[in-house]
């Protein structure tokens, strides 16, 4: 498991979530981290089990079949730990965790180091 799964604390923490237009969302973290995301980003690592097969872990949504156009209709919190979102191809159960957020963030900035 990744460092991150352990971490507590400003890490995990958003002091500002911003939605920018219709496709973006920005959250700054406590540690003063800023992360961008896609909606079609987003949409494409969807957690709810109508994604992810529940027993296996497998992941059910297709990638290419999220269109790079996808926005975001409405954004949520949920609780004091994830965000949930409405796309614009009418989905809308999968709940993120901020965990999950900022571990997607840091798997970014390794890849483009």
Request: charged share 30%.
């Amino acid at each position: 498991m990744s460092e991150m799964m352990y971490r507590r604390g400003p890490a995990v923490e958003p002091r500002e979530i911003m939605q920018e237009g219709a496709a973006g969302l920005r959250i700054t973290w406590g540690d003063e981290r800023t992360c961008r995301y896609g909606a079609a980003q987003l949409r494409r690592i969807c957690p709810c089990a109508k994604c992810v097969n529940e027993m296996t872990g497998e992941r059910v949504l297709r990638p290419e079949s999220v269109p790079d156009e996808l926005t975001m209709e409405n954004v949520e919190l949920v609780g004091r730990y994830a965000l949930t979102f409405r796309w614009s191809d009418g989905h809308e159960t999968g709940i993120y965790s901020f965990r999950l957020l900022r571990e997607l963030c840091e798997q970014e900035a390794a890849v483009s180091s």
